[in-house]
């Protein structure tokens, strides 16, 4: 059966790739390159990530971002990377993880997560202006909301109920949200003492695997997670190949981008909702074209970068977590052994 490009069914593609490319030409437009991937990184959140954006879950948005730029006011007016910082992470995303286990507020909890983890990325920066990063990733946000607006009116989506997962056992909750702190904190810590500055994609796939919680869930998320960047890296290579010196060109770059979205949104919708390796696909794109695609950076290099770097992440976690799992798993009570107390010969009547 033939379908028209712009048939309903395309429609979460449509809205992606057009969603997407709108931020990219608004951070080129406004000279915000040095903080681009707040403005392509945000639409693919909202309409990759999130199944449905109603009023609740723009407040839920909203709210997270506010928390996580406050949580990175305290990290500089504390002085940065501190005792005092790290426990402040650590009970930072100890709660929200624990939102995540409960399963209420989820896009609150997870872009808190996710943004915050980010924020704090490039607070590690030396010589970062608290001020100018929050104004820009703000501003990024807001505009963000208002493209997925326009979007959702252009490409609206169809009236399906959104299905609800059972409460986990409190034990459970308990455990992964334990977990899933600790590999955070660690990751924030590694992070700051490591001089990483363009390891934006590291660390943020070091809290996105994170939001299944559950061990399988996790491995799972980080092998889909490196085939994602693997190929969103590629795609770059392929790009930047393609154009050779023309990648400057805002209206090329523009159009590849654009493809490439329509690309990975199409895989993910094959691929059924959620952070699959499309997603990974998406989110990389959208860290290399609006963070590194400028005068002074090599796409490729970046690209390349991104694989190594990603990899490296993702295994140390993998690692990490399968370690904590075995060391926090219940340990299963040994089944009591029967000793018969007959004497050898004796036969029952």
Request: aromatic share 12%; hydrophobic share 55%; with cysteine.
């Amino acid at each position: 059966m033939n379908r028209s490009f712009f048939d309903p069914v395309f429609y979460p593609v449509l809205r992606l790739a057009f969603g997407a490319s709108l931020g990219l030409l608004l951070a080129k437009l406004t000279n915000s390159d040095q903080w681009g991937v707040f403005f392509t990184i945000s639409p693919v959140l909202l309409l990759g990530l999130i199944p449905r954006l109603t009023p609740f879950v723009v407040l839920q948005y909203l709210a997270a971002n506010l928390l996580a730029a406050l949580v990175v006011l305290a990290y500089f007016v504390l002085g940065g990377l501190s005792l005092v910082i790290t426990l402040l992470v650590f009970g930072y995303f100890l709660w929200l993880f624990r939102l995540m286990a409960q399963g209420s507020y989820f896009v609150f909890a997870a872009i808190s997560a996710i943004n915050g983890s980010i924020f704090l990325h490039f607070a590690s920066y030396p010589g970062l202006d608290p001020a100018q990063m929050l104004g820009h990733a703000l501003f990024a946000i807001l505009t963000a909301l208002l493209i997925c607006g326009l979007m959702l009116m252009v490409f609206p989506l169809p009236e399906r109920p959104i299905p609800q997962l059972p409460p986990k056992p409190r034990a459970e909750q308990l455990q992964q949200s334990l977990i899933a702190a600790l590999l955070a904190t660690t990751s924030f810590v590694v992070f700051q003492l490591v001089d990483l500055q363009d390891s934006l994609s590291a660390q943020a796939s070091s809290i996105l695997i994170l939001l299944p919680l559950s061990f399988s869930g996790i491995v799972q998320a980080g092998l889909k997670r490196a085939s994602g960047v693997l190929l969103g890296s590629a795609y770059a290579i392929a790009v930047q190949l393609l154009l050779y010196d023309n990648y400057q060109h805002l209206p090329l770059t523009l159009l590849a981008f654009f493809f490439g979205m329509l690309l990975f949104g199409r895989a993910q919708q094959l691929e059924g909702p959620g952070s699959g390796v499309a997603f990974g696909g998406m989110t990389t794109m959208a860290i290399i074209f609006g963070q590194y695609l400028r005068a002074d950076h090599d796409l490729m290099y970046s690209a390349l970068y991104r694989i190594s770097s990603v990899s490296v992440a993702v295994i140390a976690t993998l690692v990490l977590v399968t370690l904590l799992y075995l060391w926090l798993a219940p340990q299963q009570p040994e089944p009591q052994k029967t000793i018969n107390t007959e004497p050898a010969g004796k036969v029952s009547n």
